[in-house]
């Protein structure tokens, strides 16, 4: 009888070190999660404060491409009437050309040779 006693001891004993070494692990589970909690709530911050830099700079590249946009079609106006003008210059000196290689045959017509 004085086995059992001492194995009923043992056992205990063993019950009571597991019930410790449970209530050690799950403390520090405990712990371990609080800070990973803190972390990814930092995280999460981090992400939405890049989110709103992205969405400025899309906005300022929306507010660019427009911007170019403008340009691009004031310069294509620009241009267009600029080749129009030029166009109208250049057929008036054809014609002016013509009119003076007009006169000068009818100059050298006259002239006796």
Request: glycine share 4%.
């Amino acid at each position: 009888m004085g086995i059992r006693k001492e194995d009923t001891k043992k056992d205990s004993a063993t019950k009571k070190d597991l019930q410790n070494f449970k209530e050690e692990i799950i403390h520090q589970f405990h712990l371990i999660s609080e800070g990973l909690i803190d972390q990814i709530k930092l995280l999460a911050e981090g992400h939405t404060g890049i989110i709103q830099k992205l969405d400025r700079v899309e906005t300022r590249l929306d507010q660019m491409e427009k911007e170019n946009e403008r340009q691009h079609l004031e310069t294509r106006a620009l241009v267009k009437l600029s080749f129009s003008e030029l166009d109208k210059r250049l057929s008036n000196l054809e014609s002016q050309v013509r009119e003076i290689q007009e006169w000068k045959k009818q100059v050298e017509a006259r002239l006796p040779v």
